[in-house]
């Protein structure tokens, strides 16, 4: 059952803490990207991987910093330097980064406390 | 810069039909997405145009007009279960989706 999984589903984190979203995905793309959704407002891009080991910024990076190991898995850690960090974070992915459909994951819905 | 307008909420009737549109201004043009959305759930795809015209899947259809900028989502014989966020998504030259806000379709019996 071929599909994008993200956990935890709900993550309550304190002020100052790192906190690592993880985002795995067994559909063989090469591509896989960190969205962050706020109320009233599109989905804005976070990071996003073309291939394993490379990554790029996307438009709001700061406070953010992501790894592609593995061709899977993509994790977004969300560090203290991130001054407003509760949203949602989707996670996707597309066979490649050109005009191919984005899939999400479920989403981790992130409360700094 | 890059925009994307659509309306930010619709209410329409159980059994009716409702359009929801979406005007886009980008650098370059790969293609016009559009997405459902429940309420804390992910995104799933509904549709992709890059050519001008209608598409027609099933219940719901996307119409493009690149020379206006603009696109519509048709959603026929509307169901309870449609209630949901409708995301427009306009690729720009980079293969880059420049993302609306949403649209939020109060179905009522």
């Known amino acids: 059952d071929g599909g994008i999984t993200q956990s935890p589903k709900y993550l309550f984190r304190k002020e100052g803490q790192n906190v690592t979203l993880s985002c795995e995905q067994n559909?063989?793309?090469?591509?896989m990207y960190w969205y962050r959704q706020d109320p009233g407002q599109g989905l804005r891009l976070i990071y996003y991987?073309?291939?394993?080991?490379?990554?790029q910024k996307g438009d709001i990076a700061e406070g953010y910093s992501v790894s592609r190991e593995k061709k899977e898995s993509f994790p977004l850690t969300v560090t203290s330097a991130q001054k407003n960090p509760t949203a949602f974070y989707l996670c996707?992915?597309?066979?490649?980064?050109?005009?191919?459909?984005?899939?999400f994951g479920p989403g981790t819905r992130l409360t700094v406390l | 810069g890059q925009n994307i307008d659509q309306p930010t909420e619709m209410t329409a009737t159980e059994g009716a039909i409702v359009q929801i549109n979406c005007t886009y201004q980008?650098?370059?043009?790969?293609?016009l997405f559009w997405y459902q959305q429940h309420a804390g759930e992910a995104p799933t795809f509904l549709s992709y145009?890059?050519l001008d015209g209608l598409e027609e899947k099933g219940r719901f259809s996307s119409f493009l007009s690149r020379s206006k900028g603009y696109s519509y989502l048709l959603l026929k014989e509307l169901q309870m279960k449609d209630s949901a966020s409708y995301l427009c998504?306009?690729?720009?030259?980079?293969?880059?989706?420049?993302w609306g806000a949403g649209t939020k379709l109060i179905i009522k019996p």
């Open positions: 996707a992915s597309s066979p490649g980064l050109e005009a191919d459909t984005q899939y």
């Open positions: 559909l063989n793309h090469d591509a």
């Open positions: 991987s073309q291939i394993v080991n490379d990554f």
């Open positions: 980008t650098s370059g043009f790969n293609g």
């Open positions: 145009n890059v």
């Open positions: 998504a306009a690729m720009d030259s980079n293969y880059k989706l420049i």
